[in-house]
């Protein structure tokens, strides 16, 4: 059975860093786009950033662009996203997705329903 495998969460400072990694375990990921979401207490799943099969486009949110990174490396098929100037409104449940179709077959990376294969989750806690 497909896993994507989450790490990396954790307690932070506002202001800190932290770097998540996401790696499918079960089956290669390499021609298929993968999608960073989170989800906050008492709020709705929301997008952060995407990265594209290849590795050439990435796509962010407004509230992370200039702050969070995420890359690809798809000869070890992991994806890390690289969270900097980290804020408390930052706190969440983080989660690694892979999309539903392989190569270009993507059109709304930010859209839940791209995304076919989703992990447990990992904390990010950002404290004040």
């Known amino acids: 059975q497909v896993q994507l495998v989450e790490s990396g969460g954790g307690l932070v400072q506002a202001g800190g860093s932290l770097r998540l990694s996401c790696a499918p375990s079960g089956r290669t990921f390499s021609t298929y786009a993968m999608g960073w979401f989170r989800q906050a207490p008492g709020k709705e799943r929301e997008f952060v950033t995407a990265i594209s099969w290849s590795g050439t486009n990435t796509y962010y949110a407004d509230s992370v662009k200039g702050r969070f990174t995420i890359s690809r490396d798809n000869s070890k098929n992991t994806v890390d996203l690289q969270m900097n100037s980290l804020k408390p409104e930052d706190t969440a449940v983080y989660y690694c997705?892979?999309?539903?179709?392989?190569?270009?077959?993507?059109?709304?990376?930010?859209?839940?329903?791209?995304?076919?294969?989703w992990g447990q989750g990992t904390q990010v806690t950002v404290s004040s």
């Open positions: 997705a892979v999309s539903r179709n392989q190569y270009y077959g993507v059109t709304y990376y930010h859209r839940p329903s791209e995304y076919a294969v």
